[in-house]
């Protein structure tokens, strides 16, 4: 008797349907739920990826005390200022938008991202939420920051808005400190440490209309196929009598939205110099102010906005204190 053929299946169904993401930034559908009072979140740009010399502080690793070179992101991160707080109420459908209180003094480049108004009561506004508050109306407090793409070397204007969660105890303790943050701005050190993790998401690279063989990795067909070569052998059974939405279709490729679980943070610094490799990083060029450095690689391609969020499901035995860098590579990537 012959083998049995064993042929798994080409590409993963976890992210079906593979369509484009609604917009380049991403949208955190879940927060981490934590007793800290703090933001629970940081936005940045990727600027692109080089190699760090640290020394491995993992338990049980075979490199262990050795010095070891890996691979690191490096993100350019300017203080995001705070424009808002947020108040939701639960209902039978979730979460809901109850109200919001906006700073008096907004960015001047905000206006080319939505419409600010020409007259805005903000007493009214927080009278509204403190009352919202001692009801017991308000499940949840966020806050609306922007970032400042002129801060960084991304070739815009317009900033990017984005929705932070801020853990803590009571509802009460995190409004008054959402209230006290309203117009400040906050930078990376303020909400990150060095040498801990933080959950990276972003919208990958779009690739477009790709066919079944790239976007799905099947085989090509023999030569002498009639109907072609890069396509699927066959679209499925006679019974049922329909394509399965199992079988592999071109379609969309990239732009999707992914998350990378627990990256750990190398460095968190100030001076883009200590990163920027000579001639500046590939399609970005040279980082200018703070920056944050994450072991590994994060979604997306250079200049595209990395939202940081505190890690959901941190692992167990992970060293949390501060790596011991002794080098960080700041080789020209121009090819001389």
Known sequence: ??????????????????????????????????????????????AGMTQVFMIDDRKGSLTAGQEINTPATVIEAPPITICAVRLYASDTRGLRAATEVWASELPKDLARAMNLPKKYDQA???????????EGG???????????????????????????????????????????????QVRASDVLKAGGYIDALAITKGKGFQG????????ILPRKSEEGHRQVGTLGPWSPPRVMWTVPAPGQMGYHQRTEFNKRI?????????????????????????????????PGPTKRLVCLRQPIRLPTGAPTSPPSITHISTASQQGA
């Open 1 to 46: 008797m012959g083998r049995k053929a064993h042929r798994p299946r080409r590409g993963s169904l976890a992210y079906m349907p593979r369509v484009r993401a609604p917009r380049p930034i991403a949208h955190v559908r879940e927060w981490p739920a934590e007793a800290s009072l703090r933001l629970q979140g940081f936005v940045g740009y990727k």
């Open 124 to 134: 009214k506004a927080i009278e509204q939420a403190e009352k919202l508050v001692k």
């Open 138 to 184: 308000a499940a949840d407090v966020r806050v609306l920051a922007c970032t400042q793409p002129r801060a960084s070397n991304v070739p815009k204007k317009r900033p990017d808005i984005m929705e932070i969660r801020v853990g803590g105890g009571s509802i009460d303790e995190r409004w008054n400190y959402c209230k006290g943050m309203l117009g400040r």
């Open 212 to 219: 079944p063989v790239k976007r799905w990795g099947i085989k």
């Open 266 to 298: 190398l460095k968190l610094g100030s001076d883009g110099k200590e990163v920027t490799p000579s001639g500046g990083f590939l399609r970005y060029g040279p980082i200018k102010g703070d920056f944050i450095l994450l072991a590994g690689s994060v």
